[in-house]
């Protein structure tokens, strides 16, 4: 079992940043892949980005790409998403996710565990 502590969320104008964080427990945290996804009312959920193991390989979004920054730090099993230039359309509930696998994919069913998520809104 892993669980997954999202913080971080909050409301920020326009243009402004958040960092969330995700804390992860219970088994090895090193070798899997973890992911941010959002989920924004009467939507499905999408990809934001992911990352590797390693730290060397991160995927993102198309609409996040060039704002969003995704990183690791294995020591506190930690996982992080740096947001920058928020948009009104960013507004959503943000979630962390692991993924029992080494290679990193976009696909919401790859994901074996799920964060409660934290809300993200971004005013106009």
């Known amino acids: 079992q892993v669980q997954l502590v999202e913080s971080g969320g909050g409301l920020v104008q326009a243009g402004g940043s958040l960092r969330l964080s995700c804390a992860a427990s219970g088994r090895t945290f090193s070798t899997y892949t973890m992911g941010w996804f959002r989920q924004a009312p009467g939507k499905e959920r999408e990809f934001v980005a992911a990352?590797?193991?390693?730290?060397?390989?991160?995927y993102y979004a198309d609409t996040v790409k060039d704002r969003f920054t995704i990183s690791r730090d294995t020591a506190k099993n930690t996982v992080y998403l740096q947001m920058n230039s928020l948009k009104p359309e960013d507004t959503a509930v943000y979630y962390c996710a692991v993924r029992l696998h080494t290679i990193v994919t976009i696909k919401v069913s790859s994901y074996d565990y799920w964060g409660q998520g934290t809300q993200v809104t971004v005013s106009s």
């Open positions: 990352i590797s193991w390693s730290g060397g390989t991160t």
